[in-house]
């Protein structure tokens, strides 16, 4: 059965840091292309970054130059780096394994919360 | 960007009764590979989301046939043949042909 599983949100202060880890089981990571998509409370989805099978990765307007997407094929996870982080970034963050030019597989989430 | 519009936002439809919500990009999600990437996704309440429907028509693994896509171009549209119980939840459709964008998502719920 392919899985994917997310770990490391949290409650974090403006400005400050964070890393999503996502494990996937069942498939491996460094097949597919991979990207984090987010849902603010209430909101609808939105696709905030991939990392493409070569490595090379793009990452939505909103968090291009503060986040950072990377890939642990040792590991078959994939993690996200967020750094300044702001209170519109509060949401639910997905994982998800695109194949067929679509996501076939979500994680359950991780729940990000920015306040003070 | 890609801009994807759904209509309706919210579907109020009774048990047994079919369902159609319909989206439309702001421009061809026709990709250079002949392919159209337009993909259907449910959200039942409390949960992420699950792949329905790829690539406009091919249903995934595991979805009922009640389940169909359609369109082409701009133009797509997602129905439902006999709304059930388990249906309740937010339809988004979604574009991969040039990075990625969700529509705003319908709401599905029964009469």
């Known amino acids: 059965e392919m899985r994917l599983v997310e770990s490391g949100g949290g409650l974090i202060q403006p400005g400050g840091s964070l890393r999503l880890s996502c494990a996937a089981s069942?498939?491996?990571?460094?097949?597919?292309?991979m990207s984090w998509v987010r849902q603010a409370p209430g909101k609808g989805l939105e696709w905030v970054s991939v990392?493409?099978?070569?490595?090379?990765?793009s990452y939505a307007d909103s968090v291009q130059g503060r986040f950072t997407i990377s890939r642990d094929n040792s590991k078959n996870t994939v993690h996200l780096q967020m750094n300044s982080l702001r209170a519109e970034d509060t949401a639910v963050y997905y994982c998800?394994?695109?194949?067929?030019?679509?996501?076939?597989?979500w994680g359950q989430g991780t729940l990000v919360t920015v306040s003070s | 960007d890609i801009v994807m519009t759904q209509t309706p936002l919210s579907s109020p439809v009774t048990l047994g009764q079919p369902a159609s919500i319909s989206c439309r990009s702001s421009?061809?999600?026709?990709?250079?590979?002949?392919?159209?990437?337009l993909s259907w996704l449910q959200q039942r309440p409390g949960q992420p989301p699950r792949l329905l429907i790829y690539?406009?028509?091919n249903r995934f693994s595991g979805v009922p046939d009640r389940f169909s896509g359609s369109g082409a171009g701009t133009d797509f549209t997602l129905k439902i043949s006999r709304v059930e119980a388990e249906d309740v939840g937010v339809y988004y459709c979604?574009?991969?042909?040039?990075?990625?964008?969700f529509g705003q998502g319908t709401k599905l719920e029964i009469k």
């Open positions: 979604m574009q991969s042909t040039q990075l990625y964008t």
């Open positions: 990392v493409y099978t070569d490595d090379s990765t």
């Open positions: 069942g498939f491996t990571v460094s097949s597919n292309y």
């Open positions: 998800a394994a695109e194949g067929s030019g679509t996501y076939y597989v």
């Open positions: 690539k406009i028509s």
């Open positions: 421009q061809s999600l026709v990709h250079s590979d002949g392919n159209t990437y």
